[in-house]
């Protein structure tokens, strides 16, 4: 069988559009809203030829797979690659990249360690940390918001709230990109995540060894479960590289998104600061608008259909989250950034039973931060071009001059 990105060529079933694209074009990566909107424009499902896929990129339909894990597998890979055809680039997550019945015992595990309760009780640090960063960089004056403030503020809470001995800002970044980058095609943006996964693998899979971490963190908890025969001690380790693969790069973005967000629309800003109440919508609204994962995918596990059309078991499918959040038929005027929209059922942590199992603390880091500006920033003023960062998977800045003017 002849292999496209490690994966079965399909023949696409008659009246599917034919788009001779590249998705994973970096300049697309970099803007990708015109993409987004052809891709919505052709209709509920286009054949890439390129690689051999399906996208998806309107709404109701990006929702209705992503979240059908019955005929669309998560085992096989949520990248181009499928792992039935091809050896994975590393050993699989054994909660985002396996099925039920393995994803419900991993997946309960991990909700219980995330759960609303036990992030509560990291709020206290969240927000101490928060001004420590933001009295720090209103003192600095002009700053890269995405080293200064988007990294750096997550750096400082998550692996604390991990328990972890051991934290390098570079590698904790590096590896969450590596991860996300190797989903796509076997692209320069690929190779570089392969390359530099083989430097900081070792590091990370070391800094989640039980000895490396205290005992009254996240890491201690899910250990715990390996303790009681919940899962294996090598299981609670994956289980810890999860939360670092899935856990900083991703928090980052969103930190960095919403920053972005607000220097643009500076009358948001003061809605903000005016209605405190708001902050929990605005960072709902800036994940919909911005959209930090913005393309996933799914193997069809055995011969389905998709919109009234035939898809066959083997086909990558990929869930553009990105168009699906910005889909005017969902959101009427989704390209206005709008902090009391309340943007109910955005794709940004996913749908079904795969959503993210971090979203209460990214939440709770969002809050922090965003909470503390308000308090403290009267404005917040770009110093310089923002530019993003091309990633297969995550839609990210590459740096941001910003300036915080003190209330
Ligand atoms: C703004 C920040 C975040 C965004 C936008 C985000 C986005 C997502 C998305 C879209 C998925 C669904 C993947 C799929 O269905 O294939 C997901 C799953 C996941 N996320 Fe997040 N995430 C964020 C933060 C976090 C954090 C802080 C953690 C860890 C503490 C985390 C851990 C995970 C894990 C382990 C999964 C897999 C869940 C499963 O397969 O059951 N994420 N995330």
């Given at each position: 069988?002849?292999?496209?990105?490690?994966?079965?060529?399909?023949?696409?079933?008659?009246?599917?559009?034919?788009?001779?694209?590249?998705?994973?074009?970096?300049?697309?990566?970099?803007?990708?809203?015109?993409?987004?909107?052809?891709?919505?424009?052709?209709?509920?499902l286009v054949y890439i030829p390129r690689y051999s896929i399906l996208a998806l990129g309107q709404y109701e339909t990006t929702h209705k797979v992503f979240s059908d894990h019955e005929n669309f597998v998560s085992s096989r890979g949520v990248g181009l690659n499928d792992f039935k055809l091809e050896k994975p680039w590393r050993p699989p997550s054994i909660i985002l990249e396996v099925d039920p019945p393995d994803h419900t015992k991993t997946r309960r595990v991990m909700s219980r360690t995330l759960s609303p309760k036990v992030v509560k009780t990291l709020a206290g640090m969240f927000r101490e940390t928060a001004e420590q960063v933001v009295d720090e960089l209103i003192e600095a004056g002009t700053f890269d918001a995405v080293t200064?403030?988007?990294?750096?503020?997550?750096?400082?809470?998550?692996?604390?709230?991990?328990?972890?001995?051991?934290?390098?800002?570079?590698?904790?970044?590096?590896?969450?990109?590596?991860?996300?980058?190797?989903?796509?095609?076997?692209?320069?943006?690929?190779?570089?995540?392969?390359?530099?996964n083989a430097e900081i693998a070792p590091w990370i899979m070391a800094a989640c060894a039980r000895d490396r971490l205290k005992d009254d963190g996240l890491g201690a908890m899910i250990y715990a479960c390996a303790d009681e025969g919940e899962i294996?001690?090598?299981?609670?380790?994956?289980?810890?590289?999860?939360?670092?693969?899935?856990?900083?790069?991703?928090?980052?973005?969103?930190?960095?998104?919403?920053?972005?967000?607000?220097?643009?629309?500076?009358?948001?800003?003061?809605?903000?600061?005016?209605?405190?109440?708001?902050?929990?919508?605005?960072?709902?609204?800036?994940?919909?608008?911005?959209?930090?994962?913005?393309?996933?995918?799914?193997?069809?596990?055995?011969?389905?259909?998709?919109?009234?059309?035939?898809?066959?078991?083997?086909?990558?499918?990929?869930?553009?989250l990105g168009a699906a959040n910005l889909d005017p038929d969902k959101w009427g005027d989704p390209q206005t950034f709008r902090i009391d929209r309340r943007p109910l059922?955005?794709?940004?942590?996913?749908?079904?039973?795969?959503?993210?199992?971090?979203?209460?603390?990214?939440?709770?880091?969002?809050?922090?931060?965003?909470?503390?500006?308000?308090?403290k920033v009267a404005r917040i003023e770009p110093a310089g071009e923002a530019v993003w960062r091309p990633n297969n998977a995550i839609h990210a800045l590459d740096r941001m001059p910003l300036k915080l003017i003190p209330r």
């Open positions: 069988m002849q292999l496209i990105e490690g994966h079965k060529p399909i023949t696409p079933a008659d009246g599917i559009p034919v788009w001779d694209i590249d998705p994973f074009d970096e300049a697309i990566l970099s803007d990708p809203e015109e993409y987004y909107a052809d891709l919505r424009a052709k209709g509920p200064d403030l988007a990294e750096r503020f997550p750096v400082a809470v998550f692996p604390r709230a991990v328990g972890m001995r051991d934290v390098d800002q570079r590698k904790l970044v590096d590896y969450g990109a590596c991860v996300f980058n190797a989903m796509g095609p076997d692209n320069r943006l690929r190779r570089w995540a392969l390359e530099r294996t001690h090598d299981e609670a380790a994956m289980l810890v590289r999860s939360f670092l693969s899935a856990g900083v790069d991703t928090t980052v973005t969103g930190i960095g998104n919403a920053l972005w967000c607000f220097a643009q629309n500076p009358d948001q800003w003061e809605a903000l600061r005016a209605d405190p109440r708001l902050t929990r919508p605005a960072i709902e609204e800036t994940l919909r608008y911005t959209s930090p994962v913005h393309t996933f995918g799914r193997t069809a596990g055995r011969d389905t259909e998709v919109a009234g059309f035939p898809v066959e078991e083997g086909t990558k499918v990929i869930c553009v059922g955005h794709m940004a942590f996913g749908a079904g039973i795969h959503g993210c199992v971090g979203q209460n603390i990214a939440r709770g880091e969002m809050e922090a931060l965003l909470s503390v500006m308000a308090e």
